[in-house]
Structure formats: structure tokens, C-alpha cells
């Protein structure tokens, strides 16, 4: 069962309805808005500035933990909410506070804890709390390298858990690296749970129903942005609910084809700053209603 838990009031986000903005923009990030690892290119956050310029509210729709985003979404000028946890969180990266978290229940959250710990599995969980990793966690480094050069009240909050930690964190999303093709098919067959690959080894749980399109159309909502004015870009698997929810969906040049199939739009491939193409050669002549 979701447990959807609302953690500030609604009223918090009136503002971003005041900026108008006619359209809506949800990016996702690594192998899309940037290549992993690196900052947003020059040509990319100079593309972010047009959509502001043209009344297109820009919010990443990243897999990443709301605690692993902010210095981008500052970089990018970003001042909506964003999707996190694969659609598992709404985030205000200003105020550093979640809308809502779709948190597993407590006793199935322990129940895929004690599996993952007993199986030695390389896990990672978000939470609202911060991000855990299991005593095999290889993701650590990730987590710190982010933390590098970030303001001590902006830097990730990070933590192990194991089978002694009281209590068990609401978590909102389960990353596996490199999982047991085993485990990966118990999960999968899991009614519960929303499954997917974010990466060629990385492999996200949520909770079922749990997707970065679902949450578009949320944040979509509460800025007043009708449906039909939202667009999606992304290259990957997890992209392909927010690419098929939008009013327009957009593929990177190295998506895969299953998602370029489902797209308005193919853009370059990331390297070749796709998220630009898609900026200037789509989006905001689709806005302008030059094409």
C-alpha cells in the first residue's frame, strides 16, 4: 500500500502560480540535461534562461534524491518545485522542504530492507530524512562527491542503515546497483511496487503507480498549467511515463527507441546538447505557436 504523505501546506507553492508561467518543462537529468558526473553545459543553462524568458517553468524530472539536485536546480535558475525519486517526491529545493513523499508502508519498507540486507544487495534508499546506503552500498561515493564545494545546509544528508537501525526511515524510493537478475524478477512481480530501470545497472523501487509522469501532471496542477502545455524530455526507461503523460514528449538523440517511438520530437543526443535542440527547435516555437 502508498502512503502518501503531504508535508507542507499546498498554500506554500501559491507563489510559483503568480509567476504565470504558460508552460511547463520537466527535464531529466543524467544522459539528458548533462552527462553524469559533470555540470549542466554552458549552452544547456543558457537554453534554461530562454524557456524563463518565455514563460516556460523549467523542473528537473530526475531519478536522483531530492538531496542530490539543488545545486542544479540553482545553476539552472529553476523556481518550481521538483520531481524526484523517480516521481516519488515533490521537492522545494528553495525552502529544502518536500510537498509530498509517496512513502512505502513501515512494514513493507522493512520487509525490502531485510531482503536487500540479507541478500547483500548494493542499495541505496531516499527518504525525506536523507539518503541511507546498506552496509554493501557501493553509491556512498556519489552521494559525497555531490556534497563537494556544497554550503554545509545544502549538502546531502547521508547515513548507513542495517538491521539494527530504529526506527526504519520513510523512504520513498529503493535504488539497487547492479541487482541479482533473482531479486530483480521477485521485485518486479511484486504487485506493489512500481519497477524500472533508470540505467543499464541501476535498478529503481517505487511505490506502485509511482512515476515521474504522474507527478508531472501534480506539479502541472498546482501551478495552473493546463496538461496540454507540459512537456517531457529524457532518454531513458524511467522517462518514458512523464514523456508519454505530457502534452508534448520529447526523446534525446541517444534515447532508446521504444521512447523515441513515443516522442513529438527527437532532439541531438546529449553530447551534442540535445536539451538545447529541444529547447530552441521545439519547445519554445510550440509556445509561440510557430509550429
Known amino acids: 500500500m502508498v502512503k502518501i504523505v503531504l508535508l507542507v501546506n499546498t498554500d506554500l507553492i501559491k507563489y510559483h502560480i503568480a509567476m504565470r508561467y504558460n508552460s511547463l518543462f520537466a527535464a531529466d537529468m543524467d544522459y539528458t540535461l548533462l552527462m553524469p558526473g559533470e555540470d549542466i553545459p554552458e549552452e544547456n543553462l543558457k537554453a534554461c534562461l530562454a524557456l524563463k524568458e518565455a514563460g516556460v517553468a523549467l523542473t528537473l524530472g530526475t531519478g536522483r534524491s531530492s538531496y542530490l539536485v539543488s545545486k542544479f536546480a540553482d545553476a539552472a535558475m529553476i523556481d518550481v518545485p521538483l520531481i524526484t525519486g523517480n516521481g516519488g517526491a515533490l521537492f522545494d529545493h528553495k525552502t529544502r522542504k518536500h510537498i509530498f513523499s509517496a512513502d512505502f508502508a513501515a512494514d513493507k519498507t522493512r520487509s525490502m530492507l531485510e531482503l536487500m540486507l540479507d541478500e547483500h544487495a548494493d542499495a541505496t534508499l531516499y527518504s525525506t530524512e536523507g539518503i541511507f546506503f546498506t552496509p554493501d552500498s557501493d553509491r556512498r561515493w556519489f552521494c559525497e562527491r555531490y556534497n563537494e564545494g556544497v554550503p554545509e545546509d545544502k549538502k546531502a544528508p547521508l547515513f548507513t542503515i542495517d538491521k539494527t537501525t530504529d526506527p526504519i526511515p520513510p523512504v520513498n524510493k529503493f535504488l539497487l546497483q547492479n541487482p541479482d537478475p533473482a531479486m530483480t524478477n521477485l521485485l518486479v512481480n511484486d504487485p506493489d511496487l512500481e519497477v524500472c530501470f533508470s540505467g543499464p545497472s541501476l535498478l529503481d523501487i517505487m511505490t506502485k503507480d509511482t512515476t515521474k509522469g504522474k507527478t508531472l ?71 509561440k505557436g510557430l509550429i
Open 217 to 287: 501532471m501534480i506539479l502541472a496542477d498546482h501551478l495552473g498549467i493546463p496538461r496540454d502545455m507540459t512537456f517531457a524530455i529524457g532518454d531513458s526507461e524511467n522517462d518514458l511515463s512523464m514523456i508519454e503523460a505530457a502534452g508534448f514528449g520529447i526523446a534525446m538523440g541517444n534515447a532508446d527507441d521504444n521512447i523515441k517511438e513515443k516522442a513529438s520530437y527527437i532532439a541531438l543526443s546529449c553530447e551534442e546538447m540535445g536539451f538545447a535542440d529541444a529547447v530552441y527547435n521545439f519547445v519554445i516555437p510550440k509556445v
